[in-house]
């Protein structure tokens, strides 16, 4: 059963400090052959892949089979902001679009303890591309709370109601660009931090929309040197 679970069902990670194992094509196919291995033999699966003496951790709990299909979501999203934005010749690329490498070790990446991204920190790396290309993919990264892009090569709009799910999102720096149209300083509900300064921005909605928000959050907002 060991083999075949990992035979048939594929990749995982072993994170040695927390001794804890992370199911990443197929949780559910773990699952089963834990349940079988179980209810069959009165044992619990190993794995055979790793030198260690752990045995597998459940992989049949709601958390393990969705924090698999969250896990290639944001890796997917991850590596289409960096085709969206001539990631190749960024300045600093190390780790992006390595198979043997959790994207959580891709530069400028840092996740929380369960391997989601929180910060993304690109700021000054040669990203050279359209913002709304991109956008979409921000969307998945749910559990993101700081996001730097600024002093890259970025162009034009921003369409805000794709980033607005990120209710963790505390900060958003995009200044030192070539964005252009509208600035929205609630661009996410948490929003403490927001730069839009140093870049081709042509308007703001009325200072009264913010006023009246329920969302009161924010602290900082810069939308200095713009067209």
Not at 9 to 32: H, M, T, V, W
Request: aromatic share 16%; charged share 20%.
């Amino acid at each position: 059963c060991d083999y075949a679970a990992e035979y048939c069902c594929g990749d995982y990670i072993y994170y040695e400090a927390d001794k804890i194992f992370r199911y990443l094509n197929s949780p559910q196919c773990y699952c089963d052959f834990y349940d079988y291995a179980e209810n069959e033999f009165g044992q619990t699966l190993k794995p055979r892949a790793l030198t260690t003496k752990e045995e597998f951790t459940n992989p049949c709990t709601p958390f393990e089979i969705n924090w698999s299909s969250r896990f290639i979501l944001e890796r997917e999203s991850l590596e289409a902001i960096y085709n969206a934005t001539n990631g190749h010749n960024w300045t600093n690329n190390d780790g992006w679009r390595n198979e043997t490498l959790g994207h959580c070790q891709w530069y400028g990446i840092s996740c929380n303890a369960d391997s989601l991204v929180t910060d993304i920190d690109l700021r000054g790396n040669n990203l050279a591309g359209q913002f709304y290309y991109f956008e979409d993919q921000l969307a998945y990264l749910y559990f993101l709370k700081s996001l730097d892009l600024s002093d890259n090569e970025l162009t034009g709009t921003i369409r805000y109601a794709q980033l607005y799910n990120l209710y963790s999102l505390t900060h958003f720096d995009v200044s030192g660009n070539q964005l252009s149209g509208e600035v929205d300083a609630l661009v996410t509900p948490s929003l403490k931090y927001v730069d839009f300064s140093q870049n081709k921005f042509t308007s703001m909605p009325s200072f009264k929309k913010y006023k009246v928000s329920p969302l009161r959050t924010l602290r900082f907002c810069d939308v200095s040197n713009n067209a």
